[in-house]
């Protein structure tokens, strides 16, 4: 009977609690979703809906993020901040959205910024 909780003393705990409380409940709902994925159509409203919340929240990260920065990064003029957001934007929208391009540019530019004026 105290081979289970020896177990869970051990070196292996913190990686069951890893799987148990982190992996298993976020891949559950991965597999769901995946699961109803397939019944769903591209343009129904509801999974518009979806999108737009996804997006909105993104969005809210982001100005989060630019307005109110955490760590290293609010020692970033906003300015620098701003003209980031505002050339990453410029190359989604010039580029057909390519956001990985968007995300390189934003990134020069904000250590760009923070190395010239810092």
């Given at each position: 009977?105290?081979?289970?909780?020896?177990f869970?003393?051990?070196p292996?705990?913190?990686?069951?609690?890893?799987?148990?409380?982190?992996v298993?409940?976020?891949?559950?709902?991965?597999?769901?979703?995946?699961?109803?994925?397939?019944?769903?159509?591209?343009?129904?409203?509801?999974?518009?809906?979806?999108?737009?919340?996804?997006?909105?929240?993104?969005?809210?990260?982001?100005?989060k993020l630019?307005?109110?920065?955490p760590?290293?990064?609010a020692?970033?003029?906003?300015?620098?901040?701003l003209?980031?957001?505002?050339?990453?934007?410029?190359?989604?929208?010039?580029?057909?959205?390519?956001?990985?391009?968007a995300?390189?540019?934003?990134?020069?530019?904000?250590?760009?910024?923070?190395?010239?004026l810092?």
């Amino acid at each position: 009977m105290t081979q289970p909780i020896a177990f869970l003393d051990g070196p292996w705990w913190p990686y069951l609690a890893l799987v148990l409380f982190a992996v298993l409940p976020t891949e559950i709902w991965r597999w769901l979703a995946v699961a109803f994925a397939r019944k769903l159509d591209e343009r129904s409203p509801w999974l518009e809906w979806v999108r737009l919340v996804a997006t909105s929240l993104l969005a809210g990260v982001v100005a989060k993020l630019v307005l109110a920065a955490p760590g290293a990064l609010a020692g970033v003029p906003l300015a620098v901040r701003l003209a980031a957001l505002a050339v990453a934007v410029t190359v989604v929208l010039a580029f057909r959205r390519r956001v990985m391009l968007a995300v390189l540019a934003g990134e020069a530019v904000l250590i760009g910024g923070a190395v010239w004026l810092v």
